[in-house]
Structures are given as C-alpha cells and as structure tokens.
C-alpha cells in the first residue's frame, strides 16, 4: 500500500513538473489581447510558448473555441475544435470553425506539444467579440444639430438624451461614431480611456465605429448620455493653408447602445428622433491646427442629467448610411507619459515660458485658481530662438493654442478634448500666479502601441538618439503616421511611412496600426493604381505618383511581412502592390519612369553658395526608376510567397527589363552613375541594378563620395535609410561607423549637439550659428532620418528576421562591432519571446549574448574569430547540444542553435 502511494506521489510530481517545463502565454486575437467589437470573421490567433528548455519546437496546438467559458472548460458545445494539428505555427492560426455571429463574444484557449515530449495545460481563457457584421445591425440614425454652420468656426455641439434602465443588466454595449471627433459621457462619466475617436481614415469609404462595454455604468432608473463632437480631420483645418471642411461641413453622431438585462430580455437606445443638442457647451471652438477654447463656466452643460430648456433643440435625423462603417484593427490613442516642468523661466522678452525638457506631442493640463471669465492662454512651440525666446515661426499657420475660461469658484483642471500639439515649450498668458509642478503637467498621446525593442550601446550620443527615434515615433504615430505633429500639416505622407517603417516594428508593435493604415491606402489609392502622398488622402490628384511614396504600396506590405510573417496581410494588400507597378508601367516610356512629379532625394545636403557642385543632387528620374525595379521586386517576391507563378514569370521578366533601362540611361559603361551623388551608388546598390562585375567599384566609388565630404553623409530621405546598410554590405561597416557618430553637420548627432530630444525634418534646423533653416520647413520633431534604427538594430547589434522564415520563426544574430564602442545591447520581444543579441568589449574578450525564444531557431555569427577558441557558457562551442552547423568562414564563426539563453567568449 505504501509502495501504490509513493509510486502515486512520483507520478503526481512528474506531473506537476511535466506541466511547468512547457505552458501558454500572451494569447492574441488579430494582434489583440481581448478585442470588443471586431468585423474579421476569420479572426487570427497567435501564442507563445514558455519553456527553459533548449531547443524547444512546439509540434502541434489545438485550439478550441466556445461561446461561453463554462463549456469551454468542459470541452463541451464548441463552436470550433482545430484538433490536435501537427505543426509549428504559433503566430498566425486562422480560425476555421462556424460562420461567426454580430455582437456575439467567443471564447478560446490552446495547448501544445513540444519536441522534448512535453505537453502543455490548457491555457488561460481569452476572448473576442465581434461587431457589426451587417449593415442591418444598425438602427441608429444619424443625428445633427438642427443649426447649419456651414463648414464655419463654432462651438463644439453636444448630444444627449435620457433612457431608463427597469431591471439588473447582464451587459452592455455602446456602438458609436461620429462625423468630427467624439467625446461620450454616460452618467456624467466618460466612455473609455480613448480619444481622437472615431480616428482618421478614408471617411468617405471607410469610417470606423468603437464599441464599449459600458455595463458598470450604467444604474436601474434615470440613464443620461451626451456625446460632443469636435471638428476634428472631417472638417476642421488640413493640410496647408489651413483649408477646412474636406469630408463634410456638418459633424453629425451614431450612437446604438445595446443593453441585456439579467433576464435575458434586450433593448436598444439609439440616436434618433427624441435626441436633443445643443451648442451651448464648455467647448467653444476646436481645430487640430489652431487649438482649442474652453470655457469652464459651461461645464455644468455638459455633465447635466436632464436636458430641457431653452438651449436644446431637437436634432436632425439625417439619411447617411452604413455602407462604410468598419470595426477598428488599430489601436486607439491614448495618454502615455507625463511630464512635470524642468524648469520656469522668463524669457528675455519677459515671457513665462515653461520647459518640459522633451518635445512631445499631446497637451498640457492646467490645474489653476482665477478670476471668473478671465481666461488663460497657452501656446506652444518645440525650441527657442538664439536669445532664448518663445520661437513659433516654423509652425506656418498653425496656432497650437489653447484658450481656457475659469469658473473662478474652485480649482479648475483643464485639457483639450479635439486637439494636440507638438511642443517642448509652453507660454503662459492671462495667468499671474506661481506655476510649478502641482498645476502644469505636460500628458504624451498618441496610439497604445506596445513598446517591443529596447536598444542601448557605450555611447551616450548613440543613445540620446536612439530615444530621439523613439520618441519622433511617438509623437507622429497618433493614429496615422504623420511626417510632423505640430505646424499646419501632420498628414500621412507615404514617403516617411516607408522610410521608416522598419525601424518602427523594432520599436514598437505596430502590426495593428499598419494593418488599419494600409486599408486607407487601398481605398485612397486611384482606378489606375497610382498611389497618393498622403494617406488618408486630402490632396488633389496631381499631386499623386511620387516615386519612393508611392512605392509605399508595396515596400511595407513586405516589409511587413518580413517582419510579422502575415501571409493574409500580403494578400490582403497583393492586388494594391500590382496595381501601383502596372501604374508606373503605364506611364513609363521603353521600360523607362522617367515623367511625373517626384520629391527626389527630398532635403538632401544642399548648400547656399554652390560654385563647387558640392550640393548632393540626384536626378530624379533616376530615382524613380530605382523604385520601379523596388517596387517590381517586392511584387515578385509577394508573388512567390502567394504561389502565383505567372506573376512570378511575367514581373521577372519586366524587372529584367528596368534593369537594363536603368543602366542604359544612368550608368556609364565604366560604372559610374551620371548623378555622382552618396544616393544614386545607394540606391543601384540597395536595389541591385548593377551587375555582379560593376558592384564592387560602385560601392568604392561611394566611399570615396563620403571621403570627399570629410565623413559625412549627404543623403535625403530615400537616400538615408539605406546607405549604412549598403557600406557594411560591400565590406565597409568602418565608414558606416564614421557616418553614425559624425557629430558636425551634416549628420544624425549633429542635432543631438544642438540640444533635440527628437529627430528633426532638416539635418540643420538649427544652424551651428544658432539661427535657423527656412521657416516654411523646418519641424524639430520628424521622424524620417530616425531610419537608421534600423541599421542599429540589424547591424550594429545584429538581431534580425531571416528572410527564409520571416516574422523572426528564424532569426539572424550577427553582430559587427565597431566605432570605437565597448557595448551595445539590442532587445527585441517578438511574437514568439524575446530576442536578444548583446556584445561587450573587455579586457580583449568578445562576450556575446544571444536570447532566442521558444519555437523558433537562429543562425548566429560571431565576428573576428578567426582560429580562436570559442566557448559557450564557459565550455566549448561544439559541446552545447543545441548548436549545431559549427563552421568557420571569412573569418567568422556561424552556427544554428535552438530555443535558449546564450554566452559566448572569445578573445579577438
């Protein structure tokens, strides 16, 4: 008996420790955690694999989904079983199971089985819940306020309308959007934590609505709900010159709450007849450009329960549809970090001016005490001019001011609701009290994107900028990916999306909010496939087919794919990327792009007084035939990956083609490019348009550019991102090293020099005299020459997706010291875990630290080893059972190695 209960007790602890070796974590839905509301009917899983073991595969999952949670513990009424799947896939498992119902929420959690023979438990239930699924899901009605502005500056209107709640609620859900910008209160209390909703899309086509669970806030009797819409991008100022009223001139509001009481009977409340507005409300004028005026005094207004009386009239019912309504698949903006004031100061000019030490983008709350009807005004800026006063000239015709009007009664807490700024610096007027930081606090918005990759080297400089890149990402990703986030533009220019988007994806998680970006550019891209410049599109329609932002249609899909490895997502957008290669075939001319308006190289090095021909220039049909044989290889390789082969036959063909127009037209038959600029040998390199034969005296003809600059990079936008990644492809990484931590202008420490916290639009926008460029350009938070993160991460510290099993299944550790640094340490989380590649220089020793994560693998290269030895954990290479492939070659040392935590040493 004692022997059955110790042979019990054993199985029972190699049960318990069978069970911890492998589990499931980090559920996603669609690259969300427990998304309300979603319209994708095959909606994607993914999970990720915890294990200390090495080398560890998973082999098969089994996903199961059930509309409740109770069956689906039980294994019971499922709406959806995969059984057990023999496979490795993790992070793209498309749902298979019945058709999908609106409003319903699902139920789903998985196991999996590793290579080692271990078995994970069931993992913690998640959720998903869709949203509207049919237009016949509405009925709602669209509302307006009964006055006609006619596209004019004016108070912001509010919404409102009373229900009664007769019995406990089970749950309960608020579908709502909005022509402008919307703000909704229930009870008094605001909806959620999001703002700037329903976001900037292409309205006309694709307008998104949220939904909330709002069941805690609702009570049994007396409900009250108002909803005040702002001007927003629908028709408030875009673009330049301030032009207003580009989607409508009227904001309007659909609201559907949902409500199931805890005896299962329904109801719904929706916007319709018997909803009243009004204008009489605290925010008086709203305009993303200009700012916002709030007056306190009328807040009662607004956080009212009952709405009679002489300023609320009865709404217009208007007839605008459903067709265009989507569900969101990126994620909403949000307030972030917060920042108290680095300092007070007077200026000499005798302004209040306060520092918050970063330039951000979001707004300043003011909790302040004053006179009733005595207003205070904020305005804001990112420097200060060479004396040290308030600088506002860069920002065109944008005001970024704010404007608040106090009750005088208590302390009033102020924030904008339907505006945002860019700024480091506030000025302060209208207030003569003490401001520190109890009453001034700056909030950072911008959308709730995961930060995934930290990066961090020996050199201070290097860091300073790698935070500038973070934060010029946060700053112009709120909502689209703007090119600046402060003077009268903050469009969604292509051009610095595709620059940048590489560098983004190690930063943060921006798989959500591409996927909603690259919807726009499909719905704003024209009938014969060109490609805007901004996305959404507010230009007109000539100003469309730029080479290098139009080639964005097909340089992120598959970046995007390289990096997150979504074959749907490739798809999805397969048929923009051809339609924008067959645009440029139609206006091309004998293979040749050579007609259009082009941007070029946009803000190359340029110089005032140019007798020498020092200016960088490149010929910008040059350019644009680069990008044609870009774009026509990014189209080939999404060909191959979707298996359609006459594609792959037909564009391999056209890119021959281009080639040989390209070195027809722009190359001498001794090599040399006829733009002699850093860009033109970049580009021909980058995009191999030279043969095999002319590549190796084009990349030294490149250096000998950079040489003739003294070290220094003379590259735009399209020219930038590249050119680090060329030199260290042809041998040179020593002259990429010289590029990066070049601190005269022009470079990318030069600015950190001068003081920026972020990336600036020009590499000189403060001149070394302290005055500055030309004020009609000149953004000091810009994100496009933040590009080279990108090389950072791949080169510098070396952690990179392998091209053979993209969205890092494989993963490339290949690290290439240099510059004079001792560390630099690059860490990625992916959708498998987190990656890491780390090297340091001490005492002659090379020491490299690699993390791989569950259920992928990587192909590591340590540098310089030549015949030394190479330890691993303090023991030799080749007895780590999870390398295998140990080879020498070139003077490296290469390897494969499984799932694991890594030390390696050797000395140089």
């Given amino acids: 008996m004692k022997r059955n209960l110790l042979l019990i007790a054993m199985c029972m602890l190699a049960q318990m420790a069978w069970a911890q070796s492998l589990s499931v974590q980090n559920l996603t839905c669609n690259y969300k955690i427990n998304p309300i509301g979603t319209d994708v009917t095959e909606p994607t899983f993914a999970w990720k694999l915890i294990s200390g073991t090495r080398g560890t595969m998973q082999e098969a999952y089994e996903v199961r989904v059930a509309l409740n949670n109770k069956d689906l513990i039980a294994g019971k009424n499922l709406v959806w079983n995969s059984g057990k799947v023999s496979s490795d896939e993790s992070a793209h498992v498309n749902y298979a199971g019945a058709k999908l119902v609106s409003k319903q929420r699902y139920y789903w ?62 749950q309960a859900r608020l579908y709502i959007t909005s022509h402008g910008l919307y703000e909704a209160r229930l009870n008094g209390e605001k909806i959620g934590q999001y703002y700037f909703t329903p976001g900037w899309t292409s309205y006309k086509k694709r307008l998104q609505y949220q939904t909330y669970d709002v069941t805690a806030m609702l009570k049994q009797g007396k409900n009250a709900t108002l909803v005040t819409v702002g001007d927003g991008w629908y028709r408030g100022n875009l673009e330049f010159k301030l032009n207003r009223n580009v989607y409508g001139k009227e904001v309007a509001l659909l609201y559907q709450l949902e409500i199931e009481y805890a005896d299962g009977q329904k109801q719904t409340f929706a916007s319709g007849d018997g909803w009243k507005a009004s204008i009489n409300g605290p925010v008086r004028t709203s305009d993303i450009y200009n700012g916002e005026t709030y007056d306190a005094r009328l807040e009662a207004n607004a956080k009212a329960l009952n709405y009679t009386g002489k300023d609320w009239s009865p709404v217009k019912v208007m007839d605008f549809g459903y067709d265009n309504l989507v569900a969101p698949l990126g994620p909403p903006v949000v307030k972030h970090e917060r920042f108290a004031p680095l300092k007070v100061i007077k200026t000499p000019k005798g302004e209040t001016v306060v520092d918050f030490g970063q330039n951000l983008v979001g707004w300043v709350q003011l909790k302040l005490k004053g006179k009733a009807g005595d207003t205070v005004t904020i305005n804001h800026a990112e420097v200060l001019d060479k004396p040290g006063n308030f600088y506002t000239e860069n920002l065109r015709e944008a005001k970024e001011e704010n404007k608040y009007v106090f009750t005088g009664t208590k302390v009033d807490m102020f924030e904008p609701h339907f505006t945002f700024q860019g700024f480091r610096y506030i000025k302060i007027t209208g207030y003569t009290g003490k401001l520190d930081s109890t009453n001034v606090t700056a909030i950072a918005i911008y959308s709730d994107m995961k930060p995934t990759g930290t990066l961090v080297t020996s050199n201070p ?55 909603k970006w690259l919807q726009d550019l499909k719905a704003d891209q024209h009938a014969d496939g060109n490609v805007p410049v901004v996305i959404p599109d507010v230009r007109k329609p000539q100003n469309a087919g730029s080479a290098g932002w139009g080639d964005v249609a ?54 005032a007084d140019d007798r020498d021909g020092k200016a960088a220039i490149t010929d910008k049909f040059l350019i644009a035939q680069a990008f044609y044989a870009y774009s026509t290889q990014n189209l080939i390789n999404a060909a191959k990956v979707l298996e359609r082969e006459n594609d792959v036959i037909a564009y391999t063909a056209l890119l021959g083609d281009i080639k040989k127009a390209f070195l027809n037209e722009y190359v001498t038959p001794s090599g040399r490019m006829v733009s002699n600029s850093q860009t033109a040998y970049v580009l021909a390199l980058q995009f191999d348009l030279l043969p095999e034969k002319l590549r190796e005296q084009a990349a030294a003809r490149l250096v000998e550019n950079v040489k003739s600059y003294d070290n220094h990079l003379t590259t735009g936008f399209l020219g930038t991102p590249h050119l680090c990644h060329v030199l260290s492809r042809f041998g040179y990484t020593d002259v990429a090293y010289k590029l990066l931590l070049q601190d005269t202008y022009p470079s990318w420490l030069y600015p950190i020099k001068m003081g920026a916290t972020t990336i600036w639009e020009r590499w000189d926008g403060i001149k070394p005299d302290g005055s500055f460029q030309n004020v009609t350009m000149n953004s000091f938070n810009h994100y496009s020459y933040g590009a080279i993160g990108d090389w950072m991460y791949k080169t510098m510290a070396g952690l990179n997706p392998d091209a053979d099993a993209p969205g890092y299944k494989k993963i490339i550790i290949a690290p290439k010291p240099g510059g004079g640094l001792t560390s630099a340490n690059a860490e990625l989380e992916t959708q498998y875990g987190k990656a890491k590649s780390a090297w340091k220089v001490e005492g002659g020793k090379l020491m490299v630290d690699v993390i791989i994560p569950p259920n992928t693998s990587a192909k590591i290269v340590l540098p310089n080893t030549g015949n030394g030895t190479v330890t691993e954990g303090n023991a030799p290479l080749d007895k780590s059972a999870s390398i295998k492939n140990i080879n020498k070659k070139d003077g490296n040392t290469e390897m494969i190695a499984g799932s694991g935590t890594y030390h390696f040493e050797y000395q140089q």
């Fill in 109 to 170: 959690q998985v196991r999996v089985w590793d290579n080692h023979k271990n078995a994970s438990a069931w993992s913690a239930v998640n959720y998903f819940e869709m949203g509207m699924l049919s237009t016949s899901d509405w009925s709602a009605k669209w509302i307006q306020a009964p006055i006609i502005t006619n596209g004019k500056i004016g108070p912001a209107p509010m919404f409102a309308n009373n229900f009664q709640v007769t019995k406990p609620v089970k």
């Fill in 461 to 515: 400089m290097l860091n300073q900028l790698q935070h500038n890149i973070q934060w010029g990402q946060k700053g112009n990703f709120v909502d689209v990916p703007t090119d600046c986030p402060q003077r009268d533009e903050r469009l969604g220019w292509t051009g610095d999306a595709e620059v940048f988007f590489n560098t983004a994806a190690y930063n943060m998680d921006v798989a959500g909010f591409f996927t």
């Fill in 554 to 607: 097909t340089i992120i899909p598959w970046n995007f794919y390289q990096v997150y490895g979504d074959k749907k997502l490739l798809a999805g957008q397969y048929a923009s990327m051809k339609a924008w290669v067959e645009y440029i075939r139609s206006v091309s001319k004998n293979n040749l792009w050579n007609s259009g308006p082009h941007y070029g190289d946009w803000l190359f090095y340029t110089m």
